[in-house]
């Protein structure tokens, strides 16, 4: 079974070593496994009951959303900012939890992971991910966690692809979250 996982990142910069590590796992995803990057969180604005309406839903909204209904499963990869979840992947959350009860997260399967500049790799923001997801209907898979500590130096030189702990790791947690989501089926 090919499984779609859609893959959120929660760094907006365009040389975010979150989004080298998605870039990575979209190249290192095994057999079976189609990870997506989303491209597009810096358009969605900032979650509003008064413009989550049919038929004047935000285009970058509307587009969120058709990507996580098409998805089996969810990848974020969140930084830390100030010692918490970014905003911008809060406000893709509270838009795929939207409208109460119809939750595009219906059950599937996430997990979360990351790197920050910091000693223990974004690990606060990563668990804030984790509540707020689950919290919106997903099924977090709390054995699957991946913090990479010391960011800015470690990748300094090398795409995340090519450090080859870190493609290990990656590639075990895309094939975990495959199986987690074929489990779940």
Do not use: C
């Not at 070593?17 to 491209?39: S, T």
């Amino acid at each position: 079974m090919s499984v779609r996982i859609l893959a959120l990142v929660g760094s907006l910069r365009a040389g975010s070593h979150n989004r080298q590590l998605a870039e990575a796992a979209v190249k290192l995803a095994p057999e079976g496994a189609d990870v997506v990057l989303f491209e597009g969180l810096a358009d969605v604005p900032f979650y509003n009951e008064d413009i989550d309406v049919e038929g004047s839903l935000p285009a970058a909204a509307a587009r969120l959303r058709e990507a996580a209904v098409a998805a089996d499963a969810f990848l974020f990869f969140s930084p830390e900012y100030n010692g918490t979840i970014p905003a911008v992947l809060k406000n893709a959350i509270d838009w795929l939890s939207r409208p109460y009860g119809a939750s595009t997260f219906g059950g599937k399967p996430v997990a979360v992971v990351g790197t920050a500049y910091g000693q223990y790799g974004g690990v606060w923001a990563q668990d804030e991910t984790r509540k707020a997801v689950g919290i919106a209907g997903g099924q977090v898979l709390e054995d699957i966690k991946l913090s990479i500590p010391g960011s800015v130096v470690r990748f300094a030189e090398t795409h995340p692809a090519d450090d080859a702990e870190v493609a290990a790791q990656l590639t075990e947690v895309v094939a975990r979250l495959h199986s987690g989501t074929e489990a779940a089926a």
